[in-house]
């Protein structure tokens, strides 16, 4: 089992940066795709970034291209979301996710393990 909790969200006006850590426990997660996801009220929760085992390969959501970046840190079982030039519409509880697939998927039912989320809200 793998246990993940995030941390970093808060408050921010439109332009701002905020930094996203997962803290994985339980299991290294070194073998791992780890991915970002997010949900706004009333929204179904949406992919935003994932990478590789290694680091070496990414994938984003388009809106997000540019400005968040995504990477992660094995010896320290975190990974990290650096999200710059925040957007109003980025607001939403942002979710670390783990999987043992090798690809990069963005459908959240290759997914196996969830963190409860950290809430991220921009302000206009």
């Known amino acids: 089992q793998v246990q993940l909790v995030e941390s970093g969200g808060g408050l921010v006006q439109a332009g701002g940066s905020l930094r996203l850590s997962c803290v994985a426990s339980g299991r290294t997660i070194s073998a791992y795709t780890m991915g970002w996801f997010r949900q706004a009220p009333g929204k179904e929760r949406e992919f935003v970034a994932a990478i590789n085992w290694s680091g070496g390969t990414t994938s984003y959501l388009d809106s997000v291209k540019g400005r968040f970046t995504i990477s992660r840190d094995n010896a320290k079982n975190t990974v990290y979301l650096q999200m710059n030039s925040l957007k109003p519409e980025d607001t939403a509880v942002y979710y670390c996710?783990?999987?043992?697939?090798?690809?990069?998927?963005?459908?959240?039912?290759?997914?196996?393990?969830w963190g409860q989320g950290t809430q991220v809200t921009v302000s206009s």
């Open positions: 996710a783990a999987t043992g697939t090798v690809r990069l998927p963005s459908t959240r039912g290759a997914y196996d393990y």
